[in-house]
Nanobody, 124 residues
Framework: QVQLVESGGGLVQPGESLRLSCAASGFTFDYYAIGWFRQAPGKEREGVSCITSDGSTYYADSVKGRFTISRDNAKNTVYLQMNSLKPEDTAVYYC??????????????????WGQGTQVTVSS
């Protein structure tokens, strides 16, 4: 059974940083791409970033140059380092796997699993 647990969210001021973690279990972690998504109040969930099993990465234009995704296969964990945070980054952030797309976008597979989410609030 796939389990994904996000952590690391919080309240920060514009320009500050956060690092989110997604701890995974219940599947062969090394084999799968993992994605980060976010959902702001009143908006649809959107793909933010993803990383493939071989370490290739994708970023949405809105976060490119500010966010960095990485994975530690020894710890079954994916990270999202978020720098230069903006108020428009405020959202609940979710990790998910498996993915149907990671490269020209990021989409969860029809049978994919979500974590419970972690709240990120950027406000002065």
């Amino acid at each position: 059974q796939v389990q994904l647990v996000e952590s690391g969210g919080g309240l920060v001021q514009p320009g500050e940083s956060l690092r989110l973690s997604c701890a995974a279990s219940g599947f062969t972690f090394d084999y799968y791409a993992i994605g980060w998504f976010r959902q702001a109040p009143g908006k649809e969930r959107e793909g933010v970033s993803c990383i493939t099993s071989d370490g290739s990465t994708y970023y949405a234009d809105s976060v490119k140059g500010r966010f960095t995704i990485s994975r530690d296969n020894a710890k079954n964990t994916v990270y999202l380092q978020m720098n230069s945070l903006k108020p428009e980054d405020t959202a609940v952030y979710y990790c998910a796997t498996p993915l149907s797309v990671c490269g020209v976008g990021v989409q969860i597979h029809d049978f994919g699993s979500w974590g419970q989410g972690t709240q990120v609030t950027v406000s002065s």
